[in-house]
């Protein structure tokens, strides 16, 4: 009866787009002085002031990238501080997580001090990595790093310890040694946990990259948004968060498609072999 509701897989993507395109018209509407009377405000063009002009925030992003192409230096230094952190955080993490669950005895010393820096507040190293890196690209990526880690770290300990026990014994039963194991066996098992958690990896990397920037750095456009914020220009300030969230969503994208890639020589996230 509700069937007609629901997008198909054909115009989902003109749905989407038509939903984006009405919250656009409708932020105009309520922002635009003279349109619509605005209640909650003191003053008619205090909605533009605190929500911004979409039109002028679309003439901001358009000399960004078309007629000053000022945007890219900016853009390419936050690309590789979070790639920088989310390669460094993912290696390290699947190190670390297959190391301490293959070492009963490491996995119980360093137990609590693992959870210690996994309940510390990441933003509060920030302004640390700043004193001790700089306000260059390692700062912001040893933040970056911090996110990623314990999320790759805690994936691939427990992709470890998932290892089905009758995989095991039978490996063992045809011969395979240790490091026979760790080949055909943990790294399948933890690399497909890995695998499962790339796009809240890579968003982690990205966040750190633009809080370490908004906290101190010379460029970026988490720098940017900071300048912005700074003579209270509004329309700089959103024009500076939609090519964020464009970027991140790219960004997302690009994961996609490698995970899909390697997934195919990959066992599933939690998969065990029932007999």
Do not use: T
């Given at each position: 009866m509700?069937?007609?509701i629901k997008p198909s897989p054909r115009n989902l993507r003109l749905w989407q787009v038509g939903m984006l395109a009405a919250f656009f018209v409708f932020w105009h509407v309520m922002t635009a002085p003279g349109l619509v009377p605005h209640f909650l405000f003191a003053k008619?063009?205090?909605a533009a002031f605190f929500l911004g002009e979409p039109l002028k925030i679309f003439s901001r992003i358009w000399e960004w990238f078309i007629v000053r192409r000022d945007i890219y230096p900016h853009l390419w230094i936050t690309l590789v501080e979070t790639v920088l952190a989310f390669a460094i955080g993912t290696i390290a993490g699947l190190l670390m997580?297959?190391?301490?669950?293959l070492s009963p005895m490491a996995a119980a010393l360093l137990d609590p001090y693992i959870k210690a820096f996994n309940s510390m507040p990441r933003i509060i190293l920030a302004p640390i990595f700043a004193v001790w890196f700089g306000l260059g690209i390692a700062s912001k990526v040893a933040l970056g790093f911090t996110l990623v880690f314990f999320i790759v770290f805690f994936n691939v300990y427990q992709g470890v310890k998932e290892v089905s026990p009758t995989v095991l014994a039978s490996a063992r039963m045809l011969g395979a040694g240790q490091k026979q194991l760790l080949r055909h066996v943990y790294l399948p098992s933890a690399t497909s946990w890995v695998f499962s958690s790339l796009h809240t990896s890579v968003g982690l990397a990205f966040v750190?990259?633009?809080?370490?920037?908004?906290?101190?750095?010379?460029?970026?456009v988490g720098y940017l948004i900071l300048q912005a914020e700074g003579t209270f220009d509004i329309n700089t300030v959103m024009a500076g968060i939609l090519v964020l969230t464009a970027f991140a969503l790219v960004l997302d994208s690009v994961v996609g498609v490698v995970e899909k890639r390697l997934m195919k020589w990959q066992p599933r996230s939690g998969e065990t072999e029932k007999l």
């Open positions: 509700w069937q007609w008619e063009n205090d997580g297959m190391w301490l669950a750190g990259a633009v809080v370490g920037e908004y906290l101190g750095s010379s460029s970026g």
